[in-house]
């Protein structure tokens, strides 16, 4: 899987606590991203970072933040879990962003939110 | 509005014999279109992608995409379908952030 890798790969909790999820890469791509995948809706955007300290939203930004304090990490933050965030989360990392490059996505995090 | 749109959710194709699965957009503009496939458990990973030129993109395990501007279509075909080729397909469209169709499964009968 490209060099990404996420934790925890499965993960259970309840509604109302906080959750972190994190992406970490060795390609020393510029471009990072946080998908979810749901049933009936292919993958959706999230958040995505085109560096250090620079992140911006995606199409289902909201009960989510995101942090890249480093070239090789990306942390999904749920503040307070919700039932409709049970999902499966995928991270992709990109040298450039969408059409010019491709994007390489990690093994995915499976969340379960009871 | 971009939107993009696999009309099946499910193809079943014989060992040995063509496959086809479908795309179609709706986006102004010329955007750049993206084929990737997913195995169980696993992340997507990359198959083919058009940018400009050529109709007919030729991408990785033998699979090919075939552009139709008129129809804005993106369909990825197969000449011989393996086993192996079993999983689920996805179609992505844009010009910065990718937008994906809801999937594909293909299954092909042994």
């Known amino acids: ?114 | 509005a971009q939107s993009v749109a696999q009309p099946e959710d499910q193809v079943n194709v014989a060992e040995g014999n063509p496959l086809t699965v479908k795309c179609t957009y709706s986006v102004s503009g010329n955007p750049y279109l993206f084929w990737y496939v997913q195995y169980p458990n696993r992340g997507l990973q990359f198959l083919l992608k058009y940018i400009t030129g050529d109709n007919l993109v030729k991408g990785s395990y033998g699979f090919e995409a075939e552009f139709n501007k008129s129809q804005t279509s993106f369909h990825l075909k197969k000449p011989s379908a393996l086993v192996s080729d079993s999983a689920l397909y996805f179609c992505a469209v844009g010009f910065d952030n990718l937008f994906f169709g809801t999937g594909t499964r293909l299954t092909v009968i042994p």
Request: contains cysteine; charged residues 25%; proline residues 4%.
């Open chain 1, 1 to 114: 899987d490209a060099g990404i890798t996420q934790s925890p790969r499965h993960k259970v909790t309840e509604t109302g606590t906080p959750v972190t999820l994190r992406c970490h890469q060795t390609e020393n791509h510029r471009y990072m991203y946080w998908y979810r995948q749901d049933p009936g809706h292919g993958l959706r955007l999230i958040h995505y970072s085109y560096g250090v300290k620079d992140t911006d939203k995606g199409e289902v930004s909201d009960g989510y933040s995101v942090s890249r304090s480093k070239t090789e990490d990306f942390l999904l933050t749920l503040e307070s879990a919700t039932s409709s965030q049970t999902s499966v989360y995928f991270c992709a990392i990109s040298e450039d962003r969408g059409q010019l490059d491709t994007q390489y996505f990690g093994p995915g995090t499976r969340l379960t939110v009871l």
